[in-house]
């Protein structure tokens, strides 16, 4: 359910008190609300962070809603938004995160970035006060992350990793021996993508090196 928002309420959003501050007067205003389940909404922002739209996506229980990313992101896509800002609110008044929270929040971010719209905050939000992942790290943190990573992309990350590495193996090789240096730089490039969920076989495909080579080196 699309909010409908005065002309005034299209604010240029500048940090996570703006955001709360529009948030307390929907929630004021808007009668429908029920306090006492959790809501799920979605902001949807130009690039100069100018409000496009406010959604109310999904409403759940009294400790949990279900989020799927096609209707946090479908608005999105028909108005052309490049970013989105997530809010809920617990019931409960209590603002610390869930992991289901930090979980719906990672699914999102990546396939935000699938779809080029960038996820720039998730505000829990309570009556008087709420809880910033921007401010606090979280979302720096679950944008580093991987897990929902499609695995085209997930090999594209461990390419450009490779690279960076191979680069760091030609420097150890002119200070301690080519042939040292190579295989340490391999050894990186190895366990960093197992730590990422590849399996043997793929890092075998994507490196070259037999699969034998990668559990010695996984050793």
Partial sequence: MEIKLAELEKIKLINS???FLIMQQILLREDKIDQDKEHFWVIGLTNVNRIQYIELVSIGSVNSTIVEPANVFRLA??????KIILIHNHPSYELKPSSED????????QVGAILNIDVIEHLIIGPKSYLSFYDTGLLEGLSQNSKF??????????RQEELIIREEAVTAAQEEGMERGEER?????????????MSNREISELTALTEKK???LLI
């Fill in 17 to 19: 008190d703006d955001i």
């Fill in 185 to 197: 730089g391999m050894s990186k490039v190895v366990i960093n993508a197992s730590k990422k969920g």
């Fill in 214 to 216: 990668i559990e010695e």
């Fill in 77 to 82: 896509i028909q108005k052309n938004a490049v």
């Fill in 149 to 158: 990573l499609p695995a085209y992309e997930l090999e594209e990350v461990v």
């Fill in 102 to 109: 930090k979980e719906t929040t990672d699914r999102l971010i």
